[in-house]
């Protein structure tokens, strides 16, 4: 694997656009909505993702930024603020990477109690993964597995690993990990990829490997030919006959109590909210547009951080989340679940999340003491168990 060092990528993030002398409310508006390079392509997704992360920004003043535009600026342990007059005022992002490390209320206590993912395993399929000396993955149990030869580097999976079973973050910290280098972008070659690891996560589980759950935090097809179809009857056609050869897969692995869990799959019981710092508020994210977000559990995954890509220590701040982030959660709580109740279903689980989760602020919020202690009564009415 071609490993990408910290100085240089903070080296090609510092290139992408300058930074002003006065950061405002303004600067960042445009930023987000019509800044363009200099071969006129958009920053807007770049600037979400980067915000001043690697800046030195000791010389600059941001004391202009409100609240709300403050806690969209994505920033990391690399970025150097000004003093406390050039700052807006009570703003400490030190603060702000602290709280972020919180995986979601207060399931420590779990952790503490030794519900943290000891003798579940699970598998991940992301893209390269480097970080492993990252004080976040230190205690973790990673075993990477790249059947490509070289499938490069990635932040991508520090985030989707860090959530699942980091050391500070993650929500399953003692969980074993099998993680599937894969190759990034989109294309033919991606989705055969994912049925030659499906093929070999499905060996590991009938040679009594009990991996539980495999986490895919995107969709189950990158194909481009998708994107040819004339109207969605084509498509819908065209996405049953690609998705064929992997649904096969994923059906043995679901008989044999391996649930393969996409974007597809962990939507239609779980969604992802962000959370407001200052006032400890949970917001629905903005790319949520159905209207059916109130009946979905959701994780928090915005207002959190994940690990520095590239460094040993740092962490960056997240401002707006995705399923990215939500889905290894999920897999992670699943895992705490399976400690507990080594027959536990995964429709069976997320029936138990919506029983167990509590409303505030608009937003359906999963309730990690509360499944634990549901999964640990015996007398689980209906329950159809893995055998």
Not at 102 to 114: A, Q, R, S
Not at 215 to 241: D, F, H, I, T, W
Request: net charge negative; with cysteine.
């Amino acid at each position: 694997m071609s490993f990408i060092k910290h100085q240089e990528f903070s080296q090609m993030i510092n290139s992408l656009y300058n930074i002003p002398q006065k950061i405002t409310n303004e600067w960042m508006d445009e930023m987000f909505s019509e800044a363009t390079d200099e071969n006129g392509r958009r920053l807007s997704e770049t600037f979400a993702n980067y915000g001043v992360c690697y800046r030195d920004l000791s010389k600059c003043d941001l004391s202009k930024l409100d609240e709300k535009h403050f806690y969209e600026l994505a920033f990391n342990s690399s970025t150097s603020f000004p003093s406390a007059d050039k700052m807006p005022k009570g703003y400490c992002p030190s603060d702000i990477l602290e709280f972020g490390k919180n995986p979601m209320f207060d399931i420590k206590k779990l952790h503490k109690e030794g519900i943290d993912g000891s003798g579940v395993c699970v598998a991940t399929i992301d893209f390269g993964f480097q970080d492993v000396d990252h004080i976040e993955f230190k205690g973790s149990d990673i075993e990477i597995i790249d059947l490509f030869g070289d499938t490069g580097s990635h932040f991508h999976p520090d985030g989707v690993l860090s959530n699942l079973c980091g050391q500070n973050i993650g929500v399953a910290p003692k969980v074993k990990v099998y993680h599937y280098n894969t190759y990034m972008g989109s294309g033919e070659e991606v989705d055969k990829a994912t049925l030659t690891i499906l093929k070999d996560i499905l060996g590991k589980v009938q040679n009594n490997i009990k991996i539980r759950a495999v986490n895919m935090s995107g969709p189950l097809l990158r194909n481009k030919k998708l994107n040819k179809a004339s109207n969605e009857q084509e498509r819908q056609k065209l996405e049953e006959v690609l998705s064929a050869p992997l649904l096969e897969i994923i059906d043995k692995l679901q008989q044999l109590g391996c649930e393969v869990v996409t974007s597809n799959r962990f939507s239609q019981d779980f969604s992802c909210c962000d959370i407001d710092f200052v006032n400890k508020k949970f917001i629905k994210p903005a790319f949520y547009k159905r209207q059916d977000y109130i009946e979905k559990v959701s994780f928090i995954s915005g207002g959190k951080v994940i690990p520095e890509f590239a460094s040993e220590s740092g962490y960056k701040y997240e401002p707006k989340g995705c399923y990215s982030w939500s889905i290894p959660q999920a897999v992670g709580m699943y895992a705490l679940a399976l400690q507990v109740n080594e027959n536990l279903t995964w429709d069976n689980f997320a029936r138990l999340c919506r029983e167990t989760s509590t409303l505030k602020d608009d937003v359906r919020l999963v309730n990690p003491e509360g499944i634990i202690e549901k999964v640990r009564q015996k007398d689980l009415k209906n329950e159809q168990t893995f055998q």
